[in-house]
């Protein structure tokens, strides 16, 4: 279930739940409490006109829900007619989720509270020079969010991890993440789940950039949303009709894995060339994410002529700032990235026919300088063009979009761990 839709609970009477008053009860309590956390405070009457039930009902829910601790007073209404009366609102405080993202260069994470607000949170480079001391860094900066909430591991009800790469259940590791070595050795997400104290689900990192878009930023309202995901690797989330496309095997969106064939010639500069220098065509050739990542922008900048100036590192946000600048090796290097970035919008354009499509990562940031020449050599390569729009969320998709999916596993379990407490 995508993270903008309202969670649900199986009703009483649905097969393999049996009816009795107690589930009927909850069920009442689920649906008051949602009707709060999706339409904003309200009052006793509103929710039973909003609902169709009694308003007994409703105030003898509404009690047990403030007993439990997951609703609490917000105000006063005074209507032109009648009485005044208490308003509700979902507490965000009964319950905190965790949001994590890794990528090669930054680690970042979020402590939200049951509302989806972030109350504490870190930004940190990631030093880690093995895959342990990555995972070890992911659990340092996610306590130190958590102590600076105030909270405990124990207040913590799920962590959702974003990451390169496909969850393999099986393996208990990740498979295809090759930006960051060793990372899809078997346990390591133990080790992290270990170090939290809490449940964790690990997701990739483009999916939750695009469920993250698609319910927060530019995807709203898309019948079918493709959001690419370009920085340290390449990568494609889905979203179709407000549902998230995994594949057969979780693996749909690893565009980067493609090998990127040479349509005229392979030299940057090369009007139409797609492959890099040296690309070759077929299994074993040069791959999208070698061609049209953060390092293959370096190394087109290079080739072009351009190097680190004031012993600055050359980097690919770097080469966009000169770019912006007016440098002419800069912005030759922009337009070879737009050729490599078209060639995979025309190959997702024909198979997934999206009708908006979302440029978002590091470099996606930079989406003024590239939208342009990419809308150009899209019309070389493809008949079919979906609008291309740049990231609303930015750099923080991926750990909005984790923050999102633990709520979804959050808010009903907090139900019923406080509800089965009455």
Known sequence: MSPHQPTS????????????????RSNNEWLLLELLRTGGGSSRAQLARDTGLSKPTVSAALADLEQAGLVREAGWVSPERGRTAVLYEVDPTAGHVLGVDIGRARLRVAVADLAGTVVARRDVANRGRTADAVADAVVAAAREATAEAGLGAADIVHAVI????????ERRGVRYATSLPGWGRPGLFDRIGEGLGTAVTVAN?????ALGEYTLGAGRGSRMFAYLLVGTGLGLGVVKDGELLLGAHGALGEIGLVPLPTLAGGQPGVEGAVGGPGAVGGPGGTTLEQEAAADAVVRAAREFGLEGSGGRQ????????????????????VRWEAERLAYAVAVLSAVLDPDLLVLGGGIGSSADLLLEPLEQALGRFSLMRPTLAPSVLGEEAVLLGAVSTALETARPEVFERRTAEL
């Open 9 to 24: 609970r199986p009703a009483a009477g649905a097969p393999g739940v049996p009816w009795n008053r107690q589930r009927l």
């Open 314 to 333: 050359l980097t690919a946000k770097r080469v966009f700032e000169l770019a912006r600048a007016g440098d002419a090796a800069a912005l030759r290097a």
């Open 162 to 169: 974003g990451t390169p790469g496909v969850w393999d259940e």
């Open 205 to 209: 990192d483009a999916n939750l950039a």
